[in-house]
């Protein structure tokens, strides 16, 4: 592994909020709460978004990364590995259908860190067998809006994953100020909020809340 | 230009006949009908499909490859400029809200073909004066039933951009062997088909049909 992935990873490791943007809100307004949960501390944050064409995606992603970097901040990309190696993105987040590990690692090099989410163990598995990804996504933790069609592996699947790797983990999918620590408990490194943060009347404070010590056990 | 980049334009330039996959083929029916077409003289194949995530998009795409290269047709993938760029692939089609031409070049190097879709004469005339793209499609060309929200250009577009750049143009967007004259007489120097020949009873018929010299005015 490079110098400069070690560091981004030594960066994810310790960041225990992971944010991915909610592809519900206007431009505007999501570059308005990112930069309040950047204020907050939150120091990881995942540009996703489904409906636009790449073109505008590219642009869009553009000006989350000028706002993360101004907050020393690592910006990840989800899914589109060509818009992650075009703006030199500090990761790369891959579903399960996106493309292979192997694939994405030839077109962004050896510098940018490679996530991969997992909804089964053997897929987890499979990824620490292969060696390509960074760090994993876990999920989902608990019943979500922002993807109701997404399989429900709960705090069970984060143990059994954490038994069997070593990889950082991300406890992904409807996690809350509430249900936050039982997804500590259960093994997680980072928490992945989207609504937690980008609905919440005020994102920093659910930022603060998530950040602190008391929410975790 | 490349010698590589600069032979495959030459290819394309001499093909006539440039295919467009149809996403609505199931991919067993898509290959065979691919290879009739191949069989009966077609040399340039444009991978595109809309739906698939990008690793079912990666596998398809690269039997279609393995497909053409058999026929030493030239394959060119369509949006997906990360696939293009893994496969090697001979050319990357670009739409307007697909990634910019420059951006796309610097992940695909400098030996793949960029075509671009044109729909206005302001587009070729910008891409004209980028310098970055080799070919263009122009089009509609006529109503077409596989991409019913297209704009409306006709053989006046085709026209216009004729007179006005020295790409290869690639009429796109309802051609068939019954309108294919007026697409020749309107400048164009190869013809995109789906239906006229994925539709086709017999596709090598249509190919064969669509090639003939009697087609061309």
């Avoid at 991915?20 to 990112?34: A, N, S």
């Avoid at 993105?89 to 493309?99: E, R, T, Y």
């Avoid at 690692?105 to 620490?128: F, K, P, T, Y």
Wanted: proline share 4%; hydrophobic share 45%; glycine share 8%.
């Amino acid at each position: 592994m490079s110098e400069r992935r070690a560091a981004r990873l030594a960066m994810l490791r310790s960041a225990r909020l992971y944010l991915v943007t909610d592809d519900r809100l206007d431009h505007h307004t999501l570059l308005q709460r990112t930069e309040q949960a950047l204020e907050a501390g939150a120091r990881v944050v995942q540009y996703r978004a489904k409906a636009p064409g790449r073109r505008q995606f590219l642009e869009q992603a553009a000006d989350l990364q000028r706002l993360c970097r101004r907050f020393e901040a690592l910006f990840i990309v989800n899914d589109a590995v060509d818009v992650a190696a075009l703006l030199d993105a500090d990761g790369v987040h891959l579903g399960q259908d996106d493309l292979p590990a192997g694939a994405a690692r030839r077109l962004v090099g050896d510098d940018m860190l490679i996530g991969l989410s997992v909804s089964h163990l053997r897929e987890a598995i499979a990824a620490r067998d292969e060696g390509v990804v960074d760090y994993l996504g876990v999920g989902a933790m608990f019943p979500t809006g922002t993807k109701p069609d997404a399989e429900y592996g709960g705090p069970e699947l984060l143990r059994a994953v954490r038994s069997q790797t070593c990889f950082p983990l991300v406890a992904i999918g409807g996690v809350s100020v509430e249900n936050a620590a039982s997804a500590w408990e259960a093994g997680a490194d980072l928490l992945a909020v989207v609504s937690a943060v980008f609905s919440a009347d005020d994102p920093a404070r659910a930022v603060r809340a998530l950040l602190a010590p008391a929410a975790r056990s």
